[in-house]
């Protein structure tokens, strides 16, 4: 047990876990640098004080998260294709929200992990599980997921092998309640992944016997071939952003006036600070004998801080590889504009689905007739619809039909909807032609009888 411990402890102290903490802390908001940010002075003793005296803003951008949501949702935002629907289904009712989850968790985290768990999937994230690599090979063998509220409170791990988890914890008694010692437990004996059952004649359902999955069934997801944060390309420009935005705020609200003293030779930097503060509180001041206080306003130069921020903000959208709608909002823009807007976040999601395809060939491995399974995505994009839309119906003599309503539904973002709406057609459709051959046969009849009658009509004559 003291592996186990030992295994976490490891793995919160290693820079995966780390650049994974920070990266996070973004993505929610809690921007490192500008939630510590602080004005300071140095005294005439040379020591670095804090200035309380002026305003110090903390602003965050949310540009990490706003980027990575795009990256995932581009890719994994209309759920994953496979060959057929009973396939999907055999992969749990949430398959599609598991995976998308997964996929955030690697662009922030920069890996998560995909649980096979007998019936349907289950995600982890870098910080909560330990990854157990082969040293020779570097595949996955082992790992250990972990839950701890408070470094003060119970801790709870499950560790997870080839042949069987075990589940471990400290400060938890067997029967779940709390322990008054800080003690490690064993309160799962190691045990096979899947239960063998059947019925018995009483109606009961039995364990008859327990088996394993064919290899380790938890496959990383990472965010990219390299295996490195995808944040580590943004984070200083991030600071950059937030030091841009908040020094300019700092300033407006100082409205850059500086105080002019004359006379004040015998006078230390607490006195004139005690002076400032009068002002600032009473807007009045009192100088000394032969003194005088003069303001004076600086400009401050916001169109050029705002110049910076935009370059900052294209930086960043440019080394994240993500897809800028200022770049494309102005006038009427077409198809051409826009895919050419698209091609960095297209390159991004290209390396990403090669590891989420990476992790499905694993994962496909463990779960019966699903091993020769390729999946498939419909990327999420802009476009000019109505240029879509006429694009469409001028190829569908060509493409036909069905490939032109699958272009019209994607533009619309309804491509989940391209069954219900083909089969809706083809009713109609059906309806249509019915009601045709009706009318036909309607008038068929009608010729037939005004033939007849005529007939008779010459035989009486």
Known sequence: MQFIRSAINDHKNSDLYRDADIANKYATGHNVEAEHREKV???LMGVTRRNNAVPCHRLKTN???????????FLLGNGVTLSSEQKKKALGDNFDNVVYNAGYAAVIKTVSYLYWNNDHLESFDNLNFVSLFDETNAALRAGIRWWQIAPNK?????????????????GINEDGTVAKDNEGRVIVEKRPYKLITQQAPSGEVEIVDFENYPSFPIVPLWANRDKTSPFECIHDIIDAMDENANSVNDDLTESQIYWLFQNADGSDVEQLGQVLRQIRDNHVVAPGYNQTVEPHTIQVPVAERQTEYARLRAQAYENFQGFDVDAIKSGNVVNAQIEAAYEPLNHAADEFEFCVLDCFNRLFKLIPNMDNEKATFTR???SNRSETIQNANAAAAITGADYAREKIMTAFGDIDRINEVTKQMQAEEQEMT???????NELAKSQRDASNQKSEDNIEE
């Open 434 to 440: 019915s009601a045709y051959l009706n009318k036909l």
């Open 380 to 382: 999420s994009m802009m």
């Open 41 to 43: 002075y140095i005294d």
């Open 63 to 73: 540009l990490f998260k706003i980027l990575a949501v795009q990256r995932n949702s």
């Open 154 to 170: 119970p801790l709870r791990a499950t560790l997870y092998e080839e042949d069987g988890y075990t589940e471990y914890a400290w």
